[in-house]
């Protein structure tokens, strides 16, 4: 195993198709890893690294970095500024730090973490599991069945692709439990947006707005006064337990209003609305729908 040090200048270092430790030190430095299991550590100034083949560790550090991890199996640690992440191939775990991150998971399955700011997520292709953490986040699934917690912070959700589980706060709380998650529990109001697949949504504590989009979705707003817009296919909503506001649009849409006093809208389609335990509820009959509003408490 080789050991590279560069200096407090910009460096331009390289490593060995062997297993290397390459530390930048200062300066804006570009770094590449070649072949073998290496350890990156980019130091202070503005670092681009390219880990190369094999399963690389990456470390940001100081400053705005650039982490390109390769086709291996990466780990990618953005550092204390607002860093660039590209895991590439392999299935990489990344995680942004400190700053305002830009995050891509790249070709497989990745895990991804945001970090403690407002950072931009991107699962890309494969099946994800991310976690926005801390900031008001933008979250981007990609073209697998993905698994999104946006934690805590006023996140934006995008599934975008098949068959995705999409939780507002990563609260494992409600009428459908998720799984435990290493989120910091500090809940924000969340858009969740399912994209084309069969998609589950979860809200969370405060107020969401949940969006099926195509195919037949799941949502539950649980906690907060929600708002569920149903999408294309046949859907199922739970509004939860304050005044919510419920959307079928198109499809046969099933609609339960649970606690609070609620509107239900289910725009065309054979629509069943489930009234709950609220005396304000409100089912609303727009173009000839058929309304079978029971209570089921």
């Keep these: 195993m080789a050991t590279h040090i560069g200096t407090a200048g910009n460096d331009v270092i390289k490593g060995t198709p062997f297993d290397d430790t390459i530390v930048g030190y200062g300066g804006d430095d570009d770094i590449w890893g070649f072949g073998g299991d290496d350890y990156f550590c980019a130091g202070g100034g503005w670092d681009r690294v390219w880990g190369g083949a094999g399963n690389d560790l990456l470390a940001g550090e100081e400053d705005p970095d650039v982490l390109y991890g390769g086709p291996g199996n990466d780990v990618l640690w953005g550092g204390k500024d607002n860093d660039l ?3 590439n191939g392999g299935e990489d ?17 990745d895990q991804v973490w945001g970090g403690d700011h407002k950072d931009l997520i991107y699962g890309d292709e494969g099946d994800d599991k991310i976690f926005g953490d801390v900031g008001n986040d933008r979250i981007f699934g990609g073209t697998g069945m993905d698994t999104i917690y946006g934690c805590g912070g006023d996140d934006r959700i ?10 507002g706060d990563g609260d494992d709380s409600g009428a459908a439990d998720g799984p435990d998650t290493s989120c910091d529990y500090t809940q924000g109001s969340d858009t969740l947006n399912g994209g084309i697949g069969m998609d589950q949504l979860f809200g969370g504590a405060n107020g969401d707005t949940l969006k099926g989009g195509g195919g037949p979705d799941s949502m539950y707003g649980h906690a907060g006064y929600d708002y569920l817009y149903g999408g294309n296919g ?10 919510d506001w419920l959307w079928g649009n198109d499809g046969d849409d099933v609609m339960y209003d649970d606690d609070g006093d609620d509107m239900l809208w289910g725009h065309p389609g054979y629509d ?3 009234c709950g ?3 304000g509820d409100t089912a609303n009959h727009l173009d000839d729908d058929f309304y079978n509003c029971e209570t089921y408490f």
């Design 277 to 279: 335990a609220g005396a």
């Design 93 to 109: 775990t990344l995680s942004g730090e400190d700053g305002q991150d830009e995050i891509h998971g790249g070709l497989h399955d």
């Design 158 to 167: 995008f599934g975008q692709g098949q068959r995705d589980l999409i939780y």
């Design 85 to 87: 992440l590209y895991g």
């Design 272 to 274: 069943e609305d489930w």
């Design 234 to 243: 046949n859907d199922s909503m739970h509004g939860g337990d304050h005044n």
